[in-house]
């Protein structure tokens, strides 16, 4: 799992851990749906590859942006 997602997972945790009512409902839910999701994404359409821009965003204090000559 990449650090991006390892970093989704952990803001899932705090975000959807009283409504779900435990930490292993949240990771069970974040890996049967979204992290599916997202990996086929970037697996078959590779966003990243088409971007004008990127932001990267793992360090939410200290955005840092990557422009693209296409």
């Known amino acids: 799992m990449s650090a991006a997602f390892e970093e ?11 409504p ?4 292993a409902r949240v990771e069970q839910r974040f890996g ?3 992290l599916l999701s997202q990996q086929h994404y970037f697996d078959t359409v590779g966003p990243t590859d088409f971007a004008d821009m990127v932001v990267h965003n793992d360090e939410p204090e200290r955005p840092v942006w990557e422009v693209r000559q296409h």
């Open 20 to 23: 779900l009512g435990s930490a």
């Open 32 to 34: 049967n749906r979204y």
């Open 8 to 18: 989704n997972l952990a803001r899932a945790r705090t975000r959807d851990l009283a």
